[in-house]
């Protein structure tokens, strides 16, 4: 098996009854990983890429209900929201009228199933510390399951390695610091590992979308899915322009050595080059993480590789205990699931609207999801109330926290509709009734600040 560090992780998953193929997958990685593979992607290794818009293809309405009576919804639901101060399932949010991520994702799926005739199965991809809380949440939603499908499987694990000699992580104070998610990569080993993968295709199914739980506006859609059976791509992923709020994360981008389309993540991106990702004019798409593949190209994929697909590295350094700064370095070993686009020839790249990608990674995020920037429409499908979203900037002192956040905005979210931005800098709590009109910015020093009951329409002190 090789190493005695390998040989000590491998035992320690095999011990916590981790499946086999995601035990290969993990010992695949690690030998790359102790042979100086680093997941780096120069900036002279990539050029460009360009691609098609969804508002330009024509896609027949009955290619586009076939598709999607062909298709099962896998969402990943893995997350814990501990950025934001949470210690269950983040899709168990409150974010609008009342109803959770979880709530408004099933009753999206439902909607459709009536709508177009379509089985279209929900799977939750799960993490071991999301799996009972999502699965009471769902419990009232009792025509939510698939006769002869789960409504979850769940995500592997492994062992966090210590950076100084790639050994298994000990943290005797909390034993489950030790363990980490190998990415949303993971999403292939464990379905095939689950046996999932086999039994969708005995079941008639022939494609997968698949997204993250905490983007409402990533519906399977029968346009998308009709453009994607007709393409006849094994592979695609729905992408988006890059904003300035993008600027930090990955892009697309076209391998100069193979002509493969690749995702370039923060992570694998070289200091020289961090001024060449930023650049908004070159790499201009991000992704969505909305996918779509084919399942039997998936399966040809894994059974030709012996179950490890092959994504590319990411090495993540954190410490074993993030919230303990000074708790001993880790490298956790990750792989990006929208990376598998290099995987297959004659992959393919579609670009969506920003309606299609409304993801909640902050407080910020949450702010402008629960205000009137946006209505729930026929089917429980976000309908976007203005042209362009306002940026949010909330101080992290007072707002990062959920309960917090909360806290703030005791009589709702104000008004967005006309603002451009929101600044907060310092404690400001919001009364009712707040407009927010233009370019606002608070800003407080001390003592905690209250914002009128009125508009706000220019820089307050």
């Known amino acids: 098996m090789g190493s005695a560090g390998l040989q000590r992780a491998v035992a320690k998953m095999r011990d916590a009854g981790v499946d086999e193929v995601a035990v290969e997958t993990f010992a695949h990685y690690y030998r790359l990983l102790e042979h100086g593979e680093t997941g780096m992607i120069p900036e002279a290794s990539i050029e460009p890429v360009d691609m098609p818009a969804l508002a330009d293809v024509q896609v027949a309405d009955e290619d586009g209900v076939a598709a999607l009576r062909q298709t099962a919804v896998i969402k990943l639901n893995g997350?814990?929201?501990?950025?934001?101060?949470?210690?269950?399932?983040?899709?168990?949010?409150?974010?609008?009228?009342?109803?959770s991520f979880l709530d408004v994702i099933a009753r999206?799926?439902?909607?459709?199933?009536?709508?177009?005739?379509?089985?279209?199965?929900?799977?939750?991809?799960?993490?071991?510390?999301?799996?009972?809380?999502?699965?009471?949440?769902?419990?009232?939603?009792?025509?939510?399951?698939?006769?002869?499908?789960?409504?979850?499987?769940?995500?592997?694990?492994?062992?966090?390695?210590?950076?100084?000699?790639?050994?298994p992580a000990s943290w005797p104070k909390d034993p489950e610091q030790e363990w980490c998610p190998p990415g949303h990569g993971d999403l292939y080993t464990a379905l095939r590992g689950s046996g999932l993968l086999d039994r969708l295709l005995e079941q008639g199914y022939r494609y997968v979308f698949v997204?993250?739980?905490?983007?409402?506006?990533?519906?399977?859609?029968?346009?998308?899915?009709?453009?994607?059976?007709?393409?006849?791509?094994?592979?695609?992923?729905?992408?988006?322009?890059?904003?300035?709020?993008?600027?930090?994360?990955?892009?697309?981008?076209?391998?100069?050595?193979?002509?493969?389309?690749?995702?370039?993540?923060?992570?694998?991106?070289?200091?020289a080059d961090v001024e060449a990702l930023r650049d908004l004019s070159r790499h201009r798409y991000c992704s969505t993480n909305n996918l779509w593949f084919d399942l039997r190209a998936?399966?040809?994929?894994?059974?030709?590789?012996?179950?490890?697909?092959?994504?590319?590295?990411?090495?993540?350094?954190?410490?074993?205990?993030?919230?303990?700064?000074?708790?001993?370095?880790?490298?956790?070993?990750?792989?990006?699931?929208?990376?598998?686009?290099?995987?297959?020839?004659?992959?393919?790249?579609?670009?969506?609207?920003?309606?299609?990608?409304?993801?909640?990674?902050?407080?910020?995020?949450?702010?402008?999801?629960?205000?009137?920037?946006?209505?729930?429409?026929?089917?429980?499908?976000?309908?976007?109330?203005?042209?362009?979203?306002?940026?949010?900037?909330?101080?992290?002192?007072?707002?990062?926290?959920?309960?917090?956040?909360?806290?703030r905005f005791p009589e709702g979210i104000p008004s967005l509709r006309k603002a451009s931005s929101l600044t907060v800098a310092g404690d400001w709590t919001f009364g009712k009734g707040v407009q927010v009109i233009g370019k606002v910015e608070l800003q407080a020093a001390g003592a905690q600040r209250v914002a009128p009951d009125s508009v706000l329409s220019s820089s307050a002190e």
């Open 79 to 99: 997350g814990l929201g501990t950025s934001m101060g949470m210690d269950r399932a983040k899709s168990l949010l409150c974010v609008r009228k009342g109803l």
């Open 108 to 167: 999206q799926v439902l909607h459709l199933r009536q709508q177009y005739d379509a089985t279209l199965p929900l799977l939750l991809m799960n993490s071991f510390r999301t799996s009972a809380d999502t699965l009471a949440a769902l419990a009232r939603y009792t025509d939510l399951p698939v006769e002869g499908l789960p409504l979850e499987f769940l995500q592997n694990k492994e062992p966090k390695l210590l950076v100084k000699d790639l050994s």
């Open 211 to 271: 997204a993250n739980s905490d983007n409402l506006g990533a519906v399977p859609d029968p346009k998308v899915a009709g453009w994607f059976a007709t393409s006849g791509a094994p592979f695609a992923i729905e992408a988006v322009r890059r904003t300035p709020s993008d600027r930090k994360g990955g892009h697309f981008a076209r391998r100069r050595s193979d002509g493969r389309i690749i995702l370039r993540e923060t992570a694998q991106t070289l200091p």
């Open 298 to 407: 998936m399966k040809e994929a894994l059974d030709v590789r012996g179950g490890i697909l092959g994504l590319p590295l990411i090495r993540n350094v954190k410490n074993v205990d993030p919230a303990d700064k000074k708790s001993p370095e880790v490298v956790q070993i990750e792989t990006a699931m929208g990376a598998a686009i290099e995987i297959f020839e004659g992959s393919a790249l579609i670009e969506v609207g920003r309606d299609r990608f409304v993801p909640v990674k902050t407080t910020n995020d949450l702010m402008v999801l629960r205000s009137d920037v946006y209505d729930l429409a026929d089917g429980f499908v976000l309908d976007q109330t203005v042209e362009e979203v306002p940026f949010i900037e909330l101080d992290d002192q007072y707002y990062k926290v959920v309960a917090d956040f909360d806290r």
